[in-house]
């Protein structure tokens, strides 16, 4: 009877045991949800050489070459969101390492992979839409640069944060303007510089844009009409109303009066000027709580809605992942060239997807361009890595930046030159995203003479440094082109 006793209890224990697994199960699996964060989708493009001996043997190892490379683009970009360009390839081997090559662990899936194709520039293609974890990406990189001792990170600087807290009285009626609380305001001030961040005064950047602007009217200055462009406004506005009604009860004892003041609601929003998007927006009720006057009501509201904004809460919107902007392209002959334009905006590291909205051979094609790049200056950062890798692709200058404003860019395709060449050069040239592309890469991409000779006429910078490295292919291509 003991045996059966004893195996009962096991058999209890172990149907206890595993319930715990199971219950435990789904909290496992949202904590490693939770710890990945969240995800970005890219867009990116594989290239492989198909001249190549290895793959002349196997043709299932020229996919596979194809796909990783398409991974590991997808990854580059990834990481791209967070580094400088030129950082990313002055330590591509460290980052290569890191991060680069874990793929099954940070892609969370790929959701669309193009056939490939062999095109006309000698290479075979592949198109990938996969959704990146940012989170391991960001940590990783964030703990790299610790151990390394290098600044990898993009430098955002010190936000500028803008606060304006506005008190309503149920009393007074929505009739009456709202008063400004100084109290409130203060206290988040302060907590935003205890940060280390700028506060900014709206009111005040304002003024001195208009009195600059009337100076230089008056004088003629040049130098004070730039003055008014560097007045930029803050970053970040935070924004909040709080409601509230007095509450008079009277001591029947002694008849004196005696008034309180219960908060009705408040609400607070904070918005990324850089973007206009509201990136936090919260409505509050207090229950059960009156304050002896106004002054100590907004100085605890003003502590409530401090709580609401971390140190971290401003680090990750300003290291945004992506923008959004307009491209306007004037003077793509045909639909097809429009289309070869997009696959080679798809290629590029900042790029991180695009949408071929409208086409017009006669007027503006319009694409959709989902953009990873720092906050400085937007117009010299798209000349410098979309403009130029276009153009160098070509071999002249073929596409100008030609107006932007705002979130929309306008570029012009020259069509000066003979279109039939323009096109060839299209199809032929060695693909725009290998302009840019780091040492590594190119070694891993072009394994024949030929298809490294192509790259050296567009990137000979780092064809020079695999040389230099000891790649004698690299050597051969650069004494090949200098014959020219």
Not at 38 to 65: F, H, M, N, W
Not at 130 to 155: C, F, G, H, N, Q
Not at 336 to 350: Q, S, V
Not at 416 to 435: G, Q, V
């Amino acid at each position: 009877m003991g045996e059966n006793l004893s195996v009962k209890c096991k058999a209890v224990v172990f149907i206890f045991l595993t319930a715990a697994v199971f219950l435990l199960l789904p909290f496992q699996t949202s904590s490693l949800a939770q710890a990945q964060g969240k995800t970005i989708i890219v867009s990116a493009e594989g290239l492989a050489d198909p001249e190549a001996d290895t793959y002349q043997r196997d043709q299932g190892k020229l996919l596979d070459a194809l796909r990783q490379d398409a991974k590991r683009q997808v990854l580059e970009k990834a990481v791209g969101s967070y580094v400088e360009s030129s950082t990313l390839v002055e330590n591509y081997a460290l980052i290569n390492d890191k991060v680069l090559t874990r793929s099954k662990g940070l892609i969370k899936r790929v959701i669309k992979e193009s056939p490939p194709w062999k095109g006309q520039d000698g290479f075979m293609h592949m198109l990938m839409k996969a959704e990146v974890y940012l989170s391991p990406i960001k940590d990783t990189l964030k703990e790299m640069s610790k151990m390394e001792r290098v600044s990898l990170l993009k430098d955002y600087g010190n936000p500028k944060i803008s606060v304006a807290i506005t008190i309503r009285d149920a009393k007074r009626g929505s009739e009456i303007a709202p008063e400004r609380s100084q109290i409130a305001e203060n206290l988040l001030k302060e907590r935003f510089s205890q940060f280390g961040y700028r506060v900014w005064s709206e009111e005040e950047s304002q003024r001195l844009k208009v009195e600059i602007a009337e100076r230089a009217m008056l004088s003629n200055q040049a130098d004070a009409t730039v003055s008014v462009t560097q007045l930029k406004t803050s970053d970040f506005s935070i924004r909040g109303e709080v409601k509230f009604k007095p509450l008079t009860a009277t001591l029947r004892a002694s008849g004196i009066s005696i008034t309180k003041y219960a908060l009705t609601s408040w609400t607070i929003k904070c918005i990324d000027n850089n973007t206009a998007e509201e990136v936090y927006f919260n409505n509050k009720v207090p229950r059960n709580k009156t304050w002896s006057d106004e002054d100590a009501a907004m100085s605890d509201i003003g502590t409530l809605i401090g709580k609401q904004f971390s140190k971290d809460f401003f680090e990750d919107h300003l290291m945004r992942t992506s923008r959004i902007f307009q491209l306007q392209v004037f003077g793509l002959p045909d639909y097809d060239t429009g289309t070869l334009f997009k696959k080679e905006m798809i290629g590029l590291r900042p790029v991180m997807n695009v949408d071929f909205r409208n086409f017009d051979a006669s007027g503006l094609s319009l694409y959709e361009i989902d953009f990873a790049g720092n906050r400085g200056n937007f117009t010299d950062l798209v000349n410098d890595t979309v403009i130029r890798p276009l153009n160098r692709k070509f071999g002249e200058r073929v596409f100008k930046l030609v107006s932007s404003q705002g979130d929309v860019v306008r570029v012009n395709f020259n069509n000066e030159s003979d279109m039939n060449t323009l096109i060839a050069k299209f199809n032929n040239a060695p693909p725009a995203s290998l302009t840019a592309a780091s040492p590594a890469r190119i070694e891993a991409v072009a394994q024949t003479e030929k298809v490294m000779i192509q790259v050296a006429q567009i990137n000979p910078e780092a064809v020079k440094q695999l040389s230099q490295n000891g790649n004698e292919m690299a050597t051969k291509a650069l004494d090949a082109v200098n014959s020219f």
